[in-house]
């Protein structure tokens, strides 16, 4: 099942930090390590019982603080050898400039992540490629997209730490 795009940040992702108390921060921790694990195994790890830690996670789904759950697949399996970082360059950082580029490369599915950075470019993407030369390909149509003034690309040798989510800790 393929998932569209997530949206620009909307205004509710400008809202203030939820309030957690250490047994969200527990659940969180917990469902960032396995999010496949039952509500009463979760319940168990945190020291709750099941219906009050339910309720916990929904709150915690409903506040945005939880914004979804995902498989984690190996990308060699999928036939994905090569990822790769481009630090892109635009002509403009015109609003409207910045929002056409961040559609286009929505639309990419070897686009994985996009970041509008500052300090030495414009956005910084993760892409991933079956190969060397669709890394070309893709780095030959990033550099001739509208708008684009330069792209510089960063080939992963390897990686040795990649951890979903964040620090649950206060």
Not at 77 to 96: D, H, I, N, P, Y
Not at 136 to 147: Q, Y
């Amino acid at each position: 099942m393929r998932h569209p795009p997530r949206p620009p940040p909307s205004p509710a992702a400008e809202r203030p930090p939820v309030p957690l108390d250490e047994v969200d921060r527990r659940i969180l921790a917990e469902l960032q390590a396995d999010g496949r694990m039952t509500n009463v195994e979760l319940a168990r790890r945190v020291g709750l019982s099941a219906p009050p830690c339910l309720r916990r996670v929904r709150r915690l789904e409903e506040a945005g603080v939880i914004r979804g759950y995902h498989a984690e697949v190996e990308p060699a399996a999928l036939g994905w050898e090569v990822t790769f970082f481009a630090l892109v360059g635009l002509e403009s950082q015109k609003e409207s400039v910045l929002r056409a580029f961040e559609a286009m490369v929505a639309a990419w599915p070897e686009v994985r992540e996009c970041h509008m950075i500052r300090g030495g470019g414009d956005f910084l993407l993760r892409l991933v490629a079956r190969d060397t030369a669709h890394e070309n390909a893709l780095t030959a149509r990033l550099t001739s997209a509208p708008s684009v003034s330069r792209v510089q690309t960063l080939q992963t040798i390897r990686t040795s730490k990649d951890l979903a989510g964040v620090p649950a800790e206060g």
